[in-house]
């Protein structure tokens, strides 16, 4: 396939490579001035550069070829252990920060044109007056549309200092002319729990993206909210949730686990030992809590699932997580580059460490997931490789293994029909996404009266639908595409990916699980099935 158009939400920022940012606990502590012997190994890289620099027949840049130094030296550490360049700083910071200065608005570039998709509830741009299928065309006089405009530049001109105001120019369909608005930029969250409602009367459900600075009091809000709903057990959904701060994980994993109770413990290189434990702060020790894992669920995720898991408390559903114990701290070179290395190991309750080997380097490594599909892994849980050196039991006496990942109390194998490649390229490339803009701009007044619950639970895709997605697809590749073996769950996919558009705050995720089995399989145990 050709089609090149992107869909790019700005409250979500740029995407950042999954391998270089599964969280570990990111201390930012400024390790520059700590005081180093002389090394004559040092000294040698340094006078190299500099005779480069000086020296060399041709011009080159040399920040260029210490970028690939340090990458290469990080090559031969763990896999886990990443630089961080200069360029790429303010977003990486901004996602782990939970938050950014902005106008507040969801969008792609739709032909050369920024389209907005909506905008945030209670955001600048709203107030403003700003609605989804808006193209802006101007800020500040400057114009936002064309070729040769990227992405970066576009986000650059709509960010700005808090409280700074900035004029658009806005096309909006079926207006004559076009539309002024002043909007003051404001703090603008990357939300980090992607949903939270009610399952059932009694089980609630909430989904985390990630954890950033910004998700205990993400997390905190939500748990409050359906805990006034009467929920009694809590879902915590944490698959494809990648990590972040450990010290955020901890203060989740506090909200469920009793008084005094080991939450994990880290080691360092000098067998340095630091452990945490839960505080008398947690608001659901009395309730049944449910966390649900799967292959990417990586770091802080296992740090929650393991401390639970380990501790007897609730039940871990789904499939054996990622496996990464390491611990980064992130450490600044002075240049406005940083760089993230691993300092300790952390280790469960029990005393397992759940990281995976990385002997045979940072491709085999991250290939694993290639392994455990070839394997039958992800659809037996009799494939699962555990390894009886490192069994470990629970104060309970439930069996537990170390040595890659948490492997759930109640397996839940790969629904390939809902999560097979095909559909997920589709999503990931944006086509979803594109296609559903294009259908609401034909008539986005249709679903002015249709409120989001009865949106979620009445609205059905029909057959003509999935039909012109075929078209649209077959319009923009070489090959003749056809649903003939996931035509429901293309219909799934489409109903969500309008339900994100029209409402947002986590439609997609209800539409989504309502097909889910590993949901189906959350509500059955819930219900004593």
């Known amino acids: 396939m050709t089609y090149q158009k992107k869909y790019l939400p700005l409250i ?82 901004e996602e782990m920060k939970g938050d950014f200065v902005g106008i507040g608005i969801s969008f792609y570039t739709y032909r050369d044109t920024i389209a907005v998709i909506h905008a945030i509830e209670n955001g600048p741009s709203a107030k403003a007056g700003i609605k989804g299928g808006d193209r802006i065309i101007m800020a500040n006089g400057d114009t936002l549309f064309g070729n040769k405009l990227k992405d970066i530049e576009i986000v650059k001109k709509l960010k700005g200092e808090k409280n700074s105001k900035v ?70 959904d944490l698959r494809d949730n990648p990590g972040g ?43 049944k809590v449910y966390v649900l894992i799967d292959e990417n669920s990586a770091s802080a995720s296992e740090i929650v699932a393991g401390a639970l898991q380990d501790n007897d408390k609730g039940t871990i559903i789904g499939r054996r997580s990622y496996g990464k114990g390491l611990v980064q701290r992130e450490m600044d070179l002075g240049d ?10 952390y280790y469960t309750p029990t005393g397992r460490s759940i990281q995976r080997p990385y002997d045979h380097g940072n491709k085999d490594y991250y290939d694993e997931y290639f392994d455990r599909l070839d394997s039958g892994e992800l659809l037996d849980p009799e494939k699962i490789h555990v390894d009886d050196s490192l069994k470990f039991v629970t104060p309970g006496g439930k069996i537990v293994y170390g040595g890659g990942g948490i492997i759930p109390d109640v397996f839940v194998p790969l629904d390939t029909s809902m999560q097979n490649e095909t559909l ?24 002015d009266t249709i409120s989001r619950q009865e949106f979620i639970e009445n609205y059905s895709v029909n057959d003509d639908l999935v039909f012109a997605f075929q078209d649209y697809l077959n319009q923009r590749s070489q090959a003749k595409v056809t649903f003939v073996a996931y035509h429901d769950e293309v219909k799934q996919h489409i109903k969500a990916t309008i339900a994100d558009q029209l409402y947002g705050n986590g439609a997609y995720n209800e539409v989504y699980n309502q097909s889910d089995i590993m949901i189906d399989e959350l509500i059955k145990l819930s219900e004593g099935q």
Request: charged share 30%.
């Open 167 to 236: 004029n658009l120019k806005v096309y909006r369909r079926g207006e004559p002319e076009l539309l002024d608005f002043t909007v003051k930029r404001s703090v603008i969250p990357i939300a980090s729990v992607d949903a939270a409602y009610m399952l059932t009367d009694k089980l609630g459900y909430i989904k985390i993206n990630r954890f950033a600075e910004s998700t205990y009091k993400e997390f905190k809000t939500s748990l409050n909210k359906l805990k006034a709903l009467g929920a009694q057990e809590i879902a915590l």
């Open 245 to 287: 701060f450990l010290g955020i994980a901890e203060k989740i994993v506090d909200e469920f686990l009793e008084d005094d109770k080991l939450i994990l413990f880290t080691k360092n290189k000098r067998g340095d030992i630091e452990k945490s434990f839960a505080t008398n702060k947690g608001d659901f020790e009395d309730g």
């Open 424 to 447: 997920s390229f589709l999503k990931r490339r944006g086509f979803f996404g594109n296609f559903v803009f294009e259908e609401l701009e034909q008539d986005r007044h249709a679903f």
């Open 336 to 345: 406005g580059s940083a760089v993230r290395l691993t300092v300790s190991r």
């Open 12 to 93: 979500l920022g740029a995407a950042i490579a999954a391998g270089i940012f599964i969280g570990g606990k990111l201390n930012f502590a400024d390790s520059s001035d700590r005081l180093f012997t002389k090394n004559s190994k040092k000294d040698k890289l340094n006078r190299l550069i500099d005779y480069i620099e000086y020296d060399y027949v041709d011009d080159i840049n040399t920040d260029s070829i210490v970028d690939v130094t340090v990458n290469g030296i990080l090559e031969n550490l763990d896999p886990h252990s990443v630089y961080i360049p200069k360029e790429d700083m303010e977003r990486v910071t």
